[in-house]
């Protein structure tokens, strides 16, 4: 009786076993270049760390979740919400829409509505394509476009947003 009460105390000092779950087997935290982010210092991409046991990119072309609505984006002339899913779709609570390109007056453009709901988002979606499919980092920046411009407060006026300098929410 002793000695099993020993042993316990011996493994709480030596730490957690090296066992593998039965659940999921072990991963590395890679970046969006493959690289183990202890290596690279990068931000940790879910597509390079989920896709070593799934097919990320099956599962995002076919996931809602990480589509967000960006599929069906179609500005309504009836309606604030222009999607099915959170990018596009009027917040009651905070009073905010995505501004579409014919908007007369802009509220939230793609950047901003990133650093609103950003954590959200898995990586993909709106937060790497515009809502013509091209990659966000190819648009010029642009103070009157929705998707290339931010709300700067200090000036109370939309500033043109360069995506290759900012990066994007990788997948």
């Known amino acids: 009786m002793g000695s099993g009460r020993s042993e316990e105390v011996s493994r709480q000092k030596a730490g957690p076993s090296a066992t593998i779950s039965p659940l999921h087997p072990p991963y590395a935290i890679l970046d969006s270049e493959g690289v183990n982010v202890?290596?690279?210092?990068?931000?940790?991409?879910?597509?390079?760390?989920c896709g070593q046991c799934h097919d990320t990119?099956?599962?995002?072309?076919?996931?809602y979740h990480a589509d967000l609505g960006l599929r069906n984006y179609q500005v309504s002339s009836t309606s604030w919400n222009a999607s099915n899913g959170l990018f596009g779709k009027f917040d009651p609570i905070p009073y905010r829409y995505l501004s579409a390109?014919?908007?007369?007056?802009?509220?939230?453009t793609t950047p901003?509505?990133?650093?609103?709901?950003?954590?959200y988002v898995p990586g993909g979606g709106?937060?790497?394509?515009?809502?013509?499919?091209?990659?966000?980092?190819?648009?010029?920046?642009?103070?009157?476009?929705?998707?290339?411009?931010?709300?700067?407060?200090?000036?109370?006026?939309?500033r043109?947003?360069?995506?290759?300098?900012?990066?994007?929410?990788?997948?």
């Not at 202890?38 to 760390?49: G, V, Y």
């Open 112 to 119: 901003d509505w990133l650093k609103i709901y950003g954590w």
């Open 57 to 63: 990119e099956f599962i995002v072309s076919h996931s």
């Open 126 to 158: 709106p937060a790497v394509y515009s809502r013509d499919g091209r990659p966000l980092v190819m648009l010029e920046p642009n103070a009157s476009d929705p998707e290339a411009s931010t709300y700067d407060d200090a000036s109370s006026t939309y």
């Open 101 to 108: 390109k014919e908007d007369e007056r802009l509220d939230l």
């Open 38 to 49: 202890l290596e690279s210092s990068k931000p940790a991409s879910t597509m390079q760390i």
């Open 160 to 171: 043109p947003w360069d995506w290759s300098k900012s990066g994007v929410i990788s997948k």
